[in-house]
T-cell receptor
Framework: DQQVKQNSPSLSVQEGRISILNCDYT??????FLWYKKYPAEGPTFLIS?????DKNEDGRFTVFLNKSAKHLSLHIVPSQPGDSAVYFC??????????FGTGTSLTVIP | ETGVTQTPRHLVMGMTNKKSLKCEQH?????MYWYKQSAKKPLELMFV???????ENNSVPSRFSPECPNSSHLFLHLHTLQPEDSALYLC?????????????????FGSGTRLTVV
């Protein structure tokens, strides 16, 4: 039973536009969330995180939004660049417990 | 070399073979992890080592046997695998000393070993 779901396996966006990647979770005890980015033939690299005491965290072009009532988080990339083309994973954990990962969304930014 | 290094990058093995995956980190991290990524499935945690002690075994079949001789090296010994064990095996490390700590530190992942069991 998947506790973290990324229902869109792929997304294509024009360069310069906004990319929105979505993630849903089922466990209301989750209180910390991460986004990882993965290029082909490389391991995932940490991108941005958010804890449940916040509903938004921003780092440059990347912003993560958390809607606890909907058990939903999203990653916004503005403006999107071709180098952002990668697979994006969200992960969630409850305090003191392991992280659970989604299946990933493959983002393609078209020049 | 910095970061987390995994060897080999690709491995094809028969069901009766014995092979080992190797992971090495030079980041001074205390915790090391094995994850499995099967096609269209999320990353699944297999084993956790903290200060060389195994602290987590996520109901992994005994045909997978981890070994952590020191804080910098982690092995996954494989024997009599099944075709469904074909997957990308990722090693990760972290400064975290417990799951509580892992909220403060992310993981650093290796590039993975693509395993095919024939």
């Amino acid at each position: 039973d998947q506790q973290v779901k990324q229902n869109s396996p792929s997304l294509s966006v024009q360069e310069g536009r906004i990319s929105i990647l979505n993630c849903d979770y089922t466990n209301s005890m989750f209180d910390y969330f991460l986004w990882y980015k993965k290029y082909p033939a490389e391991g995932p690299t940490f991108l941005i995180s958010i804890s449940s005491i916040k509903d938004k965290n921003e780092d440059g072009r990347f912003t993560v939004f958390l809607n606890k009532s909907a058990k939903h988080l999203s990653l916004h990339i503005v403006p999107s660049q071709p180098g952002d083309s990668a697979v994006y994973f969200c992960a969630a954990s409850a305090f003191g417990n392991q992280f659970y990962f989604g299946t990933g969304t493959s983002l393609t930014v078209i020049p | 070399e910095t970061g987390v290094t995994q060897t080999p990058r690709h491995l094809v093995m028969g069901m009766t073979n014995k092979k080992s995956l190797k992971c090495e980190q030079h980041l001074g991290h205390n915790a090391m992890y094995w994850y499995k990524q099967s096609a269209k499935k999320p990353l699944e945690l297999m084993f956790v080592y903290n200060f060389k002690e195994q602290t987590e075994n996520n109901s992994v079949p005994s045909r997978f046997s981890p070994e952590c001789p020191n804080s910098s090296h982690l092995f996954l010994h494989l024997h009599t695998l099944q075709p469904e064990d074909s997957a990308l095996y990722l090693c990760a490390s972290s400064q975290a000393q417990s799951w509580t700590d892992s909220h403060n530190y992310g993981y650093t992942f290796g590039s993975g070993t693509r395993l095919t069991v024939v």
